[in-house]
């Protein structure tokens, strides 16, 4: 499921560099119009970048592969290759308030669906294990589906204020998640 999974994200990351079109003019200007689709570009590529890892942590503690698992990782390899379509869309949009919206709401429901998977994980473990004991103080995967609804409305009233919340979700992201780390020890 790891090698399946580091394959989609790599595939999803190679399909938003490709939306790319090299400038018909070779100079600085026609590079800088390119402003937009470079921004919501790496936006994304932190954002797959930071499930990427925090994924890559959270299959080390499966105990056992089971069908449930395998679909609820489908779910959320699901949400996240929508993610370079909204990129596109924020990018050639100069991020307009639907596509910075609807940005929101697909980064929401693989929060949703990572969620999930990580609770199909947690079942695996017995309630006094230290994984299940430290997965317990979760505020991060709290407070993150809230920051996207946010983001997802405030962009139709700023799309500044929409983007500060998403820097705001993948800074609070950046770093792994130490619990799983510690569990992982």
Do not use: C
């Not at 090698?3 to 400038?23: H, N, Q, R, Y």
């Not at 390899?77 to 639907?98: D, I, K, N, Y």
């Not at 946010?150 to 998640?177: E, Y």
């Amino acid at each position: 499921m790891e090698a399946f999974s580091d394959g989609v994200l790599a595939i999803i990351i190679t399909i938003m560099v490709l939306e790319f079109k090299v400038p018909d003019d070779h100079n600085w200007h026609a590079l800088s119009a390119l402003g937009p689709k470079i921004l919501s570009y790496i936006f994304s590529f932190v954002y797959i970048g930071i499930y990427w890892n925090n994924h890559h942590h959270l299959l080390h503690m499966v105990r056992a592969m089971n069908g449930r698992l395998m679909w609820l990782n489908l779910l959320l390899l699901f949400w996240l290759s929508l993610v370079p379509f909204t990129t596109a869309w924020m990018g050639e949009s100069h991020f307009a308030a639907v596509p910075m919206a609807l940005y929101g709401i697909i980064l929401l429901l693989a929060a949703f669906s990572y969620w999930l998977l990580q609770r199909g994980i947690l079942s695996q473990h017995s309630n006094e294990s230290s994984f299940v004991q430290g997965m317990g103080k979760d505020w991060k995967g709290k407070i993150s589906p809230l920051l996207y609804l946010v983001a997802a409305l405030t962009a139709f009233v700023s799309h500044w204020l929409s983007g500060f919340f998403f820097v705001l979700v993948a800074v609070i992201w950046f770093v792994p998640d130490k619990r799983i780390e510690r569990a992982l020890e």
